[in-house]
């Protein structure tokens, strides 16, 4: 059976605080034919002290600057009026709208709106309330888990399961560095994840390129998830490591190439369009010599050659010994009837 791959385009700050940015993220998303365009929401004083800095990923995107994490979240935040007019702006163009908050208040907000499922970035695994609060909700949750260990991940679920089947639950195998070094993907953790916690499991991806979650889907991934943007070169904490819309486009089409690619029952037959090619690509048995009528057919009489829709070749030793019914001239091919 074919399986569709659910992929979420993570437009997340990318809009720069403009609307009208935001929106464009929508239009590129839609295009590409990906399931979910995601934002992220949430209000600078609830998730960050004023003091924090900022990671070195986010330094080395804006040099020069010297603001701080709050600073630079702050301009970054979506308003209620911000999420409406996305929201029905998403459904006009025939994608879905998706979130993620990153504080319980964040979450209640989100329900309000009738999320149908919530999505718990790498940074909230350790966080108990906001677990707890996801899970009173009763919906289908996706989990990032960069920067964790199998046994947080494991006490995560455990604090998911009060309140949702572990059915409803997709792991997402994640590594938080913008761009993920390749050395330090570490694609094989996400079966890991898969054997030893039995969930459903995807890949969110900050590697720069399209290739590995191409490859996730392919190892089994159910959820993919990737950073996208408007243009690379855009000031911000996260274009740097994102996909531009050409690029989404190529990632979507592929996954949906490899989804068809695997979808096949597993048995190792001559597919449909395969079987015209049989008798050109394989050969049967012709004559390398003449032979009489009534002459004992030897190996010195016998050559495979294309097309292969006569007698097999792998027929060889039954044929040797056989008497010819007929005169046969060299190169033909031999059938049935050509012996006595």
């Given at each position: 059976m074919r399986h569709h791959t659910l992929i979420i385009a993570e437009a997340g700050v990318n809009h720069n605080g403009s609307l009208d940015k935001a929106k464009a993220l929508i239009d590129a998303a839609a295009e590409a034919g990906v399931d979910y365009v995601k934002f992220q929401t949430f209000k600078a004083d609830k998730i960050?002290?004023?003091?924090?800095?900022?990671?070195?990923?986010?330094?080395?995107?804006?040099?020069?600057?010297?603001?701080?994490?709050?600073?630079?979240?702050?301009?970054l935040e979506l308003s209620d009026s911000n999420h409406i007019a996305l929201i029905e702006y998403a459904e006009e163009k025939g994608v879905r709208f998706f979130s993620t908050a990153?504080?319980?208040?964040?979450?209640?907000?989100?329900?309000?709106?009738?999320?149908?499922?919530?999505?718990?970035?790498?940074?909230?695994i350790t966080n108990y309330p906001y677990l707890v609060k996801i899970a009173s909700f009763g919906k289908p949750v996706i989990l990032s888990t960069g920067m964790a260990t199998m046994s947080e991940i494991g006490e995560a679920i455990e604090i998911l399961e009060r309140g949702i089947s572990k059915d409803d639950i997709t792991v997402l195998h994640c590594n938080t560095e913008y761009p993920t070094p390749m050395d330090d993907v570490n694609l094989m953790a996400m079966l890991s994840i898969a054997r030893?916690?039995?969930?459903?499991?995807?890949?969110?991806?900050?590697?720069?390129?399209?290739?590995?979650?191409?490859?996730?889907?392919?190892?089994?991934?159910?959820?993919?998830?990737k950073h996208f943007t408007l243009d690379r070169n855009m000031p911000g904490p996260d274009h740097k490591a994102?996909?531009?819309?050409?690029?989404?486009?190529?990632?979507?089409?592929?996954?949906r190439n490899i989804e068809k690619a695997i979808s096949g029952n597993g048995e190792k037959v001559p597919s449909a369009s395969e079987k015209r090619n049989m008798a050109i690509a394989?050969?049967?048995?012709?004559?390398?010599?003449?032979?009489?009528?009534?002459?004992?057919?030897?190996?010195?009489?016998?050559?495979?050659?294309r097309?292969?829709?006569?007698?097999?070749?792998?027929?060889?030793?039954?044929?040797?010994?056989?008497?010819?019914?007929?005169?046969?001239?060299?190169g033909h091919q031999l059938k049935e009837s050509d012996f006595s």
């Open positions: 960050v002290s004023k003091s924090a800095t900022k990671a070195d990923y986010q330094k080395a995107n804006e040099p020069g600057s010297d603001e701080s994490q709050y600073d630079m979240l702050k301009k990153f504080d319980t208040e964040g979450l209640d907000y989100l329900n309000s709106l009738g999320f149908d499922r919530f999505k718990i970035p790498s940074g909230e030893t916690y039995e969930v459903q499991v995807g890949y969110s991806d900050h590697t720069l390129g399209i290739e590995v979650p191409i490859a996730a889907v392919a190892l089994g991934a159910t959820v993919i998830e994102s996909l531009e819309p050409s690029e989404l486009i190529e990632m979507v089409a592929s996954i394989r050969k049967s048995l012709h004559l390398n010599q003449a032979i009489e009528k009534g002459q004992v057919f030897t190996e010195s009489h016998l050559i495979p050659l097309p292969g829709d006569g007698i097999s070749p792998m027929r060889w030793n039954e044929v040797i010994g056989k008497t010819a019914s007929k005169n046969l001239a060299v």
